[in-house]
């Protein structure tokens, strides 16, 4: 039980919030700050909440929304799908 007069206060949430933009050129970038200031800093930047239709010159991954610059990333990105593959065939 609490003390009379007190009310008890949800603990603040400390992480700060984070999520993915999409550079003008449509390849998103890293998790990044997404609170307020952070949000309109990057908006202003130029970086977009969705990725911009038709744009992206990367290789996307056939089996998944993952967008890679290069053959050899899509290869090793490829190598995760073929791995969880694996695992689901035991
Ligand atoms: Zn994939």
């Keep these: 039980m609490l003390p009379e007069g007190m009310i008890l206060e949800p603990i603040r949430e400390r992480r700060a919030e984070r999520r993915v ?6 390849y998103p970038t890293l998790p990044l700050r ?3 200031l952070f ?4 908006l202003s930047k130029g ?3 969705k990725s911009p239709e038709g744009k992206v010159k ?3 991954c056939p089996l998944c929304d993952f967008v890679t610059e290069s053959a050899f990333g899509l ?3 490829l190598r995760k799908h ?3 593959s694996k695992k689901e065939v035991k």
């Design 34 to 36: 997404a609170d307020g």
């Design 82 to 84: 073929i791995n969880e």
């Design 39 to 42: 949000l309109q800093h990057y």
């Design 75 to 77: 290869q090793s990105h």
């Design 47 to 49: 970086f977009a909440l």
């Design 21 to 26: 933009y999409y550079r003008p050129d449509g």
């Design 58 to 60: 990367g290789i996307r």
